[in-house]
């Protein structure tokens, strides 16, 4: 059974960049596409982006100049970094597995989540 | 973008009754790309159907998903205890990807 786990400071200054790292154990990330996904209170569900095993990205265009993912296959990890952060990022963040069909359509398996505060 | 509004925001109904949820889409949708997840306090979402109608692993029977276009459906046909959360439908066809705001599914 693929358990995810997300892993980082829970506390960023405004300016700074956040780094997440979510390591996937039970199963490889490589063939799958993973997904970050946000939740604060005032936005709700969030969609960050996604990677593929390969490293090929799609993000959010809200997000796509501060966002970056990446996927480290020999560790079984994915990160993200998200530059010059303000109070506006402050939420839950979410890794989660994506299910494939005709392509990536939804995530079927998620991480309990790293709540991120930025503050000074 | 693809805006989803689900309705109503707040379901209140008794153990036993159906439910029904509406998730409507700004522009069309391919079935493919709308999605089902039910969210309880301090948990993570957890994905109920896919492809418009298809259940996920482990789903009980009584949830079902249908719907086409920009009009979608999830409805459950008897309330269990365990079943009182939030709702939310997720749209993947196009970018960016977008939940919808909720409905919460309460006790009566």
């Known amino acids: 059974q693929v358990h995810l786990r997300e892993s980082g400071p829970g506390l960023v200054k405004p300016s700074e960049t956040l780094s997440l790292t979510c390591t996937v154990s039970g199963g490889s990330i490589i063939s799958y596409y993973w997904g970050w996904i946000r939740q604060s209170a005032g936005k709700g569900l969030e969609w960050v982006g996604h990677?593929?095993?390969?490293?090929?990205?799609s993000y959010n265009p809200s997000l796509k100049s501060r966002v970056t993912m990446s996927v480290d296959t020999s560790k079984n990890q994915l990160s993200l970094n998200l530059t010059s952060v303000t109070a506006a990022d402050t939420a839950v963040y979410y890794c989660?597995?994506?299910?494939?069909?005709?392509?990536?359509?939804?995530?079927?398996?998620w991480g309990q989540g790293a709540q991120v505060t930025v503050s000074s | 973008e693809v805006v989803l509004t689900q309705s109503p925001g707040t379901l209140s109904l008794f153990p036993g009754e159906r439910a029904t949820l509406s998730c409507r889409a700004s522009q069309t949708i391919s079935y493919s790309y709308l999605a089902w997840y039910q969210q309880k306090p301090g948990q993570a979402p957890r994905l109920l159907i896919y492809a418009t109608s298809s259940k996920a692993s482990g789903i009980p029977d009584r949830f079902s998903g249908s719907g086409s276009g920009t009009d979608f459906t999830l409805t459950i046909s008897t309330l269990e205890p365990e079943d009182f959360a939030v709702y939310y439908c997720l749209q993947s066809g196009s970018s960016p990807w977008t939940f919808g705001q909720g409905t919460k599914v309460e006790i009566k």
């Open positions: 989660a597995r994506i299910l494939y069909t005709f392509g990536p359509a939804a995530f079927d398996v």
């Open positions: 990677v593929y095993s390969s490293g090929k990205t």
